[in-house]
């Protein structure tokens, strides 16, 4: 029996110390093996940079720090890498107080009719922004910003796929936002450049959500971030734009976004690029920053996506204390030893990566922890 399997075990008799007492679990070995080669996805990554500048929340990205931040990769299709059709790229910088973030989006038509705070904004084009401080996949924050500067803040206390609701009377305070328009809006006898969305985001408003003390990240740290453009196919009427319509129902939506989701979900937060904060003033040169466990991470997500939702879900029906030795995967050169774990609540799986000798658990819910 390996190692990573009697740490199983061992963890499974402590749990049980309430149940009824058990000396032994039934063990099976696992004969199909659990595809993930193709789901592994490596998240983007951007290092911000301080700035000393007084940002104004203008929807311009005029001041000097701005001109020496470098843009992202440009936005890719939400299932893959496909080149999407107008460009979308973001920069960001961050001082004590908060993080700024500057996208611009390339549009030949600049429209929009939602005007309420805390409206679907989603049902315009939109910039979304999707933000995680502790890249532990729970009580993340999203805001949405349309071409009216109409903006839709709100909270999910976990991803929607694992029972998480959104809280829409959540409130970003202190949150600055501003649009500029290359071109004009709701205006269909021009054909416009691009739009543009600023945005000032404070710090102890969202470390609040992790409970943190402390109210501004330091440098070396990074957190989960993700980007996701909303562009909608539109009809004209009597010069008015509205959603375009097949048969009376809307057509589906473009999703574009920075760090590649594999889905058209953007409520996989595991897959959200990374963002790392560095100390240094934007143009200076910095020291890289290593993330650990990425791959691990990556590797886990996609084994508890398989067998809570995929092909694999016939294991959810073994009985309680049952454990099973899955095939030994190999992934990005890495080998991962697996032991499934039928809990009584749920499952856990426990998995070593044989390779960099690190040994760490994810649960039914996506709680992933070092061993």
């Given at each position: 029996?390996?190692?990573l399997?009697?740490c199983?075990?061992?963890?499974l008799?402590?749990?049980c110390?309430?149940?009824?007492p058990r000396?032994?679990?039934?063990t ?5 093996t659990?595809?993930i080669?193709?789901s592994i996805i ?5 290092t ?20 020496k ?6 936005f890719?299709?939400?299932e893959?890498v496909?080149?999407?059709k107008?460009k979308t790229q973001v920069?960001?910088l961050?001082?004590?107080?908060y993080l700024?973030?500057y ?9 929009g009719?939602i ?6 904004v989603?049902?315009n084009n939109d910039f979304?922004?999707f933000?995680?401080?502790t890249d532990?996949t729970?009580n993340?924050?999203e805001i949405?910003?349309?071409?009216l500067?109409?903006?839709w803040?709100?909270?999910l206390?976990?991803?929607y ?11 970003i ?10 071109g004009s809006l709701?205006?269909?006898t021009?054909?416009?450049?691009f ?6 985001i404070?710090?102890?408003?969202l470390?609040q959500?992790?409970?943190k ?22 009809d004209?009427?009597d010069?008015?734009?509205s ?5 009376g129902?809307?057509?589906p939506?473009y999703n574009w976004?920075?760090?590649?989701q ?5 409520h ?10 560095s100390?240094?003033?934007?143009g200076k040169?910095a020291?890289?920053?290593t ?13 508890l996506e398989q067998?809570?939702f995929g092909?694999h879900k016939?294991?959810?029906d073994?009985s ?6 899955l095939?030994q995967?190999?992934i ?8 499934f774990?039928k ?26 922890k070092?061993l």
């Amino acid at each position: 029996m390996n190692q990573l399997l009697v740490c199983c075990l061992g963890l499974l008799m402590v749990a049980c110390t309430n149940k009824k007492p058990r000396t032994e679990t039934k063990t099976v070995l696992y004969e199909n093996t659990i595809h993930i080669d193709s789901s592994i996805i490596i998240p983007s990554e951007y290092t911000a940079y301080r700035t000393a500048d007084n940002m104004v929340i203008d929807g311009q990205a005029v001041e000097n720090a701005w001109s020496k931040a470098a843009y992202t990769s440009t936005f890719i299709d939400i299932e893959g890498v496909k080149e999407p059709k107008y460009k979308t790229q973001v920069k960001m910088l961050w001082d004590d107080a908060y993080l700024y973030v500057y996208a611009e989006l390339e549009e030949p038509h600049i429209w929009g009719n939602i005007k309420k705070h805390d409206a679907v904004v989603f049902y315009n084009n939109d910039f979304e922004v999707f933000i995680d401080p502790t890249d532990d996949t729970y009580n993340y924050v999203e805001i949405e910003v349309n071409a009216l500067n109409t903006v839709w803040d709100l909270c999910l206390n976990k991803a929607y796929r694992f029972g998480g609701h959104a809280n829409d009377y959540y409130e970003i305070e202190g949150l600055k936002t501003a649009v500029y328009l290359g071109g004009s809006l709701n205006d269909a006898t021009d054909i416009d450049t691009f739009w543009s969305v600023e945005m000032a985001i404070p710090f102890e408003v969202l470390l609040q959500r992790k409970r943190k003390t402390v109210k501004h990240p330091k440098g070396g740290d990074y957190w989960r971030i993700n980007f996701s453009r909303v562009q909608w196919e539109h009809d004209l009427n009597d010069g008015m734009y509205s959603l375009k319509k097949e048969n009376g129902k809307r057509l589906p939506e473009y999703n574009w976004v920075w760090s590649n989701q594999g889905a058209i979900n953007m409520h996989l937060p595991e897959h959200w690029g990374y963002l790392v904060f560095s100390d240094h003033l934007v143009g200076k040169e910095a020291t890289e920053v290593t993330i650990p466990q990425v791959l691990n991470k990556q590797v886990a997500y996609a084994l508890l996506e398989q067998i809570k939702f995929g092909k694999h879900k016939s294991l959810l029906d073994s009985s309680p204390q049952t454990t099973y030795q899955l095939n030994q995967l190999e992934i990005r050169q890495n080998l991962f030893d697996v032991v499934f774990l039928k809990t009584y609540v749920g499952f856990e799986l426990y998995i070593e990566n044989l390779t960099s000798k690190e040994q760490f658990v994810i649960n039914e819910e996506g709680k992933f922890k070092l061993l």
